[in-house]
């Protein structure tokens, strides 16, 4: 585990403190377990958008004009 120095605006380190409290544990644990979140977050949009991307379309036009709102109901 490493160790780091982080810098932040008074009302954000306020906020953490008191979240930490609430949540029974340290502003480094807190931190901690914010950034992992967000890096499992990220990861699975990641992995989700490229799963789309390599999807075969078969929504594709092959050249033809697609249905106005009006044709499609």
Same mark, same amino acid.
């Given at each position: 585990?490493?160790? %780091?120095? %982080?810098?932040? =605006? #008074?009302? %954000?380190?306020? /906020?953490? !403190?008191?979240?930490?409290? &609430? +949540?029974?544990?340290? %502003?480094? !644990?807190?931190?901690? *377990? ?7 977050? =990220?990861?699975? $949009? *990641?992995?989700?958008?490229? #799963?789309?991307?390599? +999807?075969?379309?078969? /929504?594709?036009?092959?050249? +033809?004009? $697609?249905?106005? +709102?009006? *044709?499609? &109901?």
């Amino acid at each position: 585990m490493k160790n %780091v120095t %982080v810098s932040m =605006d #008074d009302a %954000v380190a306020e /906020w953490a !403190r008191l979240e930490a409290a &609430r +949540r029974n544990t340290s %502003v480094s !644990r807190l931190l901690g *377990e914010l950034l992992a979140e967000k890096m499992r977050s =990220d990861d699975a $949009y *990641e992995r989700a958008m490229q #799963d789309w991307l390599h +999807r075969e379309r078969s /929504w594709a036009s092959e050249g +033809r004009a $697609y249905p106005t +709102r009006s *044709e499609s &109901r």
